[in-house]
């Protein structure tokens, strides 16, 4: 089933938009909140979490990438539970994705008028912009949370050409952004 047909079960009301949600991306979102919180029954709560507040959220909200938007929501979720439970376990990866994307991305400490709603919004409009390989290499590696490696494996590219796209992929951001009047 594809993404329009899905939202419209949303729309409608009709809960076979969570069932076939499941069908088509329950193991990606699992795969999320897999690599957040590294504990599978968390993961799956995680999971179930992420189709309640879909469901929720949609209408009034009509997502134009509909994979995009609920792996944000499984993302945030997953953050959500790690921050509740104290863990600690994710702490060197968060910290890596942070250095690699702290180049183009505002400070929210250091940018008082910061509005995390504008920036996703400018974000989105950027990838826009972009080649489909840049933009999955991009989304996989920030919104997905892989590793180099997987997105290389998953998309049959060296982790060179990877780690390529993503540097100059960072480095057009940064230049739209600032060119859209956000201070780096």
């Known amino acids: 089933m594809n993404d329009t047909r899905i939202l419209e079960l949303y729309n409608a009301r009709d809960e076979e938009a969570i069932e076939q949600t499941r069908l088509c ?40 990438y509909f994979l995009a ?26 910290v890596e994705l942070t250095g690699e994307m702290e180049q183009c991305i505002p400070d929210a400490m250091a940018e008082r008028e ?26 996989r590696r920030y919104l997905m949370e892989e590793s180099v490696s997987e997105v290389a494996e998953a998309l049959g590219f060296s982790e060179s050409k990877v780690k390529s796209s993503l540097l100059r992929t960072r480095g057009k951001l940064k230049e739209y952004l600032e060119k859209e009047g956000v201070r780096i």
């Open 114 to 139: 910061f509005d995390p709603e504008g920036l996703g919004t400018l974000l989105s409009a950027f990838l826009r912009t972009e080649t489909k390989d840049n933009r999955t290499i991009f989304v």
């Open 25 to 64: 991306y329950g193991s990606k979102l699992l795969a999320v909140a897999m690599r957040i919180l590294e504990d599978k029954p968390d993961a799956e709560e995680c999971e179930n979490d992420t189709y309640l507040k879909t469901w929720n959220s949609i209408p009034p909200n009509q997502p134009v």
């Open 69 to 94: 938007y609920i792996v944000k929501i499984c993302r945030n979720t997953a953050l959500g539970m790690l921050e509740k439970r104290g863990a600690q376990k994710r702490f060197a990866q968060v």
